[in-house]
């Protein structure tokens, strides 16, 4: 085999502090992502899992150059996000796109869908004025909308097609890159199916490299290549679907696998129940972040932080 | 965009008159008639002419241009800057928000009519000073109101769509935001309008606007305040014309505020209906801690009368789970509120009964009803952030809610409070009593919500997606909670939900909504292993599958209420569609030891 392709993205220790430190407050920062390493091939997709606060949506608006690392570096195609000159911004903008969990605040209420799908490519002049209609058109048919469709205002529409016509307004500058910040988790179950079927569809037609954050797990399962569990901005543990999810290593992921309400009678194994709530970001515990809530802790926990070997970062763990 | 003809028309005419006065066939304004003063109102001078013969209609119109212009003006170069300051402001931050928002402030502090004074003082009075004072003055107000604006929308994710789309911030400020805080911006420039004519008047009134002899309403007002024995016409002429203006302005602003929000204006409500009295002899049938027979929910929409909930019959036994599951319109939620009487003021119950413990509920007088909830019957909802009091202690509220059914309170029922507490699994429950609930995470807000709901022993907990907005560690603390409690109070529970996974987790039984009716209804571990509906089957099918292949979604989308099919309400989305589905609404039909279900063709699927 030869080397591999050069990812696509790749994040190299990428770390989000908070800082509260105005004129007049002085609160703790918080650190709501800590040293993570990623990287993400064209074509992939890899999911990224846990639970509010653990700062999946801030990771992914870092990898997006929405957000500034505090530390680290987010390389895009071999670009440095954060050295890129204003002009290699600008084009870089065009190549990766986000779609929203919130079908409601995602879409400006004051404006007609077509014209909020046309923003792309206006802003990016990738396509003459005269053929914008037509574009527009043709990308709320690979949605599953009607053409009529672009007069409306969100307002006239429903949560799944609110949630389609994001993804138009996201795949209208032809992405190699999307991020999809739990886009189904607002939807009606029958809605939800719908649309993983169609990111699934568009993944393969357009080649996009996908970052799926969810706290779902079966949705997880049903869509990715790999999954990296965060906690508390730390990856707890990360590799292949079927081996993480099938198998998990790390008492977080085990725990979380066991608390995720079953279909199955038969998939509904003993119950870990966590205790408590996770620590607030802004105190996190020392050592292993997870050990405050951890079944199997032990002393040597609290003393160092566990590194990530072998997708795992577990003193327990091998 | 549609406009409102009247306030537009009622304005325009205003302006229209303004404008044309020097091409209108009147007077001059200022050419006086001393013999005829005080004259009343005559075909020649339609008005009357005033204390020196001038006449009034001539003077009031000239007078509307001069007032007009001066508070069309005004407002208009504030509302001009203010949008700038204000946008710039809010949404570059830092240094730029000191420099544009923060020094307003400083403006804020004077007393306007002070400031007014102080200017015309120093500048002289007339028209050309009065815009440029009057203008600083309402300047503040528009900024505020615009950096107000920009702060709500400048953390919209559809502001970070157009980020990401690679807009400037030009862009964003012009396309993205300022629409979106294009109305409260209206109704500040009716206010600042219509508060211009005003001052303006008052400043005139007191010799520092407008200089005599030109008209303006504040100098007609002021002179016929001197001779108001004399001739109270006068004073009625121009307060009469301020007050029009004013009305117009504010009407066609709120005209204007409507129009450019696409989602048009929210419908309002009618009398109250009665429900019919209850037949005689008709009583539940198996005594079961709720029963719920034939409830049908009305609301009055502009398109007519809609049934969110029809025809709706359910029954929980003590001990027992009954799980209500659907997806959003479904109509779930509604049947909850309903049972519990608590049903938004736009909606009726129009039809069924709804008995709790044998006692007829629906038909209750509202004082009887209120001593009815919170305690043998309890509700606990989606979000305790909202449905919990920001402003008071857990403790507290906790207080309150056993307070209202005790007898008396004192130090007895505030060790129920704790005891409550810790039943629940706050940990540190006599300190976290004393924790207002913006202290609390989100799945200890909902365990005090549970605590509240249980303090009187109820009979029947109506849970309206509670876990909902939960993580999933949290969640399953949540349902193994409510689980124990269930088991060892013996109450019936209501569980609202649109997860099945988490309906298989605890329901006895489940009744399926679709579109406002129950399609089937059952024991919980035979609806899932062979659910006898389509829809029960589809929505099984759309949960994400173990095996890690996609789901298969459900075409289409639920029909609105007011736009049923004719028909069973799920046949345009059904896979076993057949002709007869389309030509009358299928009943509910007995298929089993207490499993029903609303399809023709449920034999095939036996």
Redesign the interface.
């Known amino acids: 085999m030869t080397a591999a392709p050069s990812p696509l993205l790749v994040a190299e220790g990428v770390t989000r502090r908070f800082g509260a430190r105005g004129l007049f407050t002085r609160a703790r920062p918080v650190q709501a992502v800590t040293d993570v390493w990623l990287s993400l091939g064209r074509g992939e997709t890899v999911g990224l899992v846990g ?2 606060g653990s700062g999946k949506s801030t990771l992914g608006r870092m990898l ?1 150059g ?1 957000l500034p690392p505090s530390e680290g570096q987010v390389w895009f195609d071999g670009v440095d996000l954060a050295r890129a000159t204003p002009a290699e911004r ?1 084009a870089l ?2 190549r ?3 779609v ?3 079908p409601h ?7 007609t869908i077509g014209a ?1 799908i046309a ?2 490519p206006t ?2 002049a990738l396509v003459p004025p005269a053929e914008r209609r037509a574009r527009v058109e043709g990308l709320l048919g690979q949605v599953g909308l009607a053409p009529s469709h672009a007069d409306r ?1 969100p ?1 006239e529409f ?4 609110r949630q389609r016509i ?1 993804i138009a ?2 795949l209208a ?1 032809n992405p190699e890159f999307l991020v999809a910040d739990e886009p189904v988790s607002a939807l ?10 169609l990111l ?1 569809d568009l993944r393969s037609r357009f080649g996009l490299a996908l970052l799926f954050i969810s ?5 997880v ?3 990715c290549d790999r999954v990296v569990v965060l906690y508390l901005g730390r990856v707890m543990e990360s590799g292949p ?2 081996q993480v999810l099938e198998a998990p290593r790390h008492p977080y992921t085990q ?2 696998l ?8 038969s ?2 194994r003993t ?1 870990i ?2 205790q ?3 620590p607030s970001p802004s105190a996190p515990p020392s050592g292993c972040v997870f050990r405050t809530r951890c079944p199997v802790a032990m002393p040597a926990c609290a003393e160092t932080v566990p590194a990530l070997v072998d997708g795992v970062a577990c003193l327990r763990v091998g | 965009m549609r406009l409102r003809p009247a306030p537009v028309a009622a304005v325009a005419a205003i302006a229209v008159l303004a404008v044309a006065v020097p091409i209108l066939p009147l007077d001059n304004p200022t050419r006086m008639e001393i013999a005829h003063r005080f004259a009343a109102p005559s075909a020649a001078h339609w008005l009357g002419q005033d204390e020196y013969g001038r006449d009034v209609l001539t003077r009031l119109l000239w007078g509307a241009r001069v007032s007009l212009s001066v508070a069309a003006a005004s407002a208009g170069i504030a509302c001009v800057l203010g949008i700038l300051l204000g946008l710039v402001g809010g949404f570059l931050r830092g240094i730029v928000e000191v420099l544009t928002v923060r020094s307003m402030d400083v403006v804020l502090c004077f007393p306007p009519l002070l400031l007014a004074l102080l200017v015309v003082t120093l500048l002289g009075p007339g028209a050309g000073t009065l815009i440029p004072v009057l203008a600083v003055l309402y300047l503040p107000g528009f900024v505020r109101v615009v950096y107000a604006g920009v702060l709500t929308v400048r953390s919209q994710d559809y502001v970070e769509a157009v980020r990401a789309l690679g807009a400037g911030p030009v862009r964003i400020m012009g396309r993205t935001i300022l629409p979106n805080i294009a109305g409260p911006v209206l109704v500040q420039f009716s206010l600042a309008a219509a508060s211009a004519v005003v001052l303006e008047s008052g400043l005139s009134f007191l010799g520092l606007g407008v200089v005599p002899p030109a008209p303006s309403w504040g100098l007609m007002i002021g002179a016929a305040r001197a001779t108001m024995t004399q001739s109270p016409l006068l004073l009625l002429w121009p307060c009469a014309a301020l007050t029009l203006t004013i009305l117009a302005m504010n009407a066609l602003c709120d005209a204007l505020r409507d129009a450019v929000d696409p989602h048009g204006v929210p419908a309002r409500r009618r009398g109250a209906v009665r429900l019919p009295a209850l037949l005689p002899g008709l009583v539940p049938t198996r005594g079961p801690a709720l029963e719920v027979r034939n409830l049908t929910v009305a609301i009055d929409t502009p398109a007519g009368v809609i049934h969110p909930v029809r025809d709706v019959s359910l029954a929980v036994g003590a001990g027992e789970t009954l799980a209500i599951v659907g997806e959003s319109g479904s109509g779930k939620s509604l049947t909850g509120l309903a049972v519990l009487g608590l049903l938004p003021p736009i909606a009726r119950v129009v039809q069924g009964a709804a008995w709790v413990e044998g006692q007829e509920v629906l038909r209750l007088p509202e004082p009887a009803r209120r001593k009815l909830r919170g305690g043998a019957i309890a509700m606990i909802f989606q979000d305790p952030l909202s449905s919990l009091n920001p402003v008071h202690r857990i403790g507290d509220q906790i207080h309150e809610a056993l307070l209202a059914h005790a007898r008396r309170g004192g130090e007895r029922l505030r060790q129920r409070v704790v005891a409550l507490l810790t039943r629940v699994g706050i940990p540190d429950p006599a300190a976290r009593a004393r924790a207002y609930p913006h202290e609390l995470s989100g799945g200890m807000r909902q365990r005090a919500m549970i605590a509240m709901a249980i303090a009187n022993d109820p009979r029947v907990l109506i849970a309206d997606e509670p876990t909902t907005a939960l993580d999933v560690t949290i969640q399953a603390q949540v349902l193994t909670l409510l689980g124990d409690l269930r088991r060892e109070r013996g109450m019936g529970v209501v569980f609202i939900t649109h997860s099945l996974p988490v309906v298989a987790e605890i329901a006895d039984r489940v009744a399926v909504m679709y579109a406002g009716e129950i399609v089937e209804q059952g024991p919980a571990a035979t609806v899932f292993a062979k659910p006898l509906h389509p829809y029960t089957s589809a929505l099984l099918a759309s949960a994400p599958h173990e095996d890690g292949s996609l789901p298969d979604g459900i075409p289409g989308i639920v029909p609105l209420p007011h736009e049923l099919p004719p028909g069973c309400a799920f046949a345009p989305r059904c896979r076993h569609r057949i002709p007869d589905c389309d030509a009358q609404r299928p009943a509910l039909v007995e298929t089993g030891e207490g499993h029903t279900s609303r399809c023709l063709r449920w034999r095939e699927f036996a």
């Open positions: 639970e509010s997006l929405l600008r903008r065009r990766m796109q986000i929203f969990q919130d605040s995602s879409l400006d209420p004051r404006r909020q923003d792309g802003i990016h205002y307002h429903s949560g799944g097609q994001g307004r996201a500058t009606d179950v029958s809605v939800q199916a719908q649309v993983l079927a699934a706290h779902d797990l079966a949705v399962r049903s869509l679907v079927a725990a979380l066991s608390a995720a309400p079953s279909l199955e009678a998939r509904r119950r129940l966590l408590g709530d996770p």
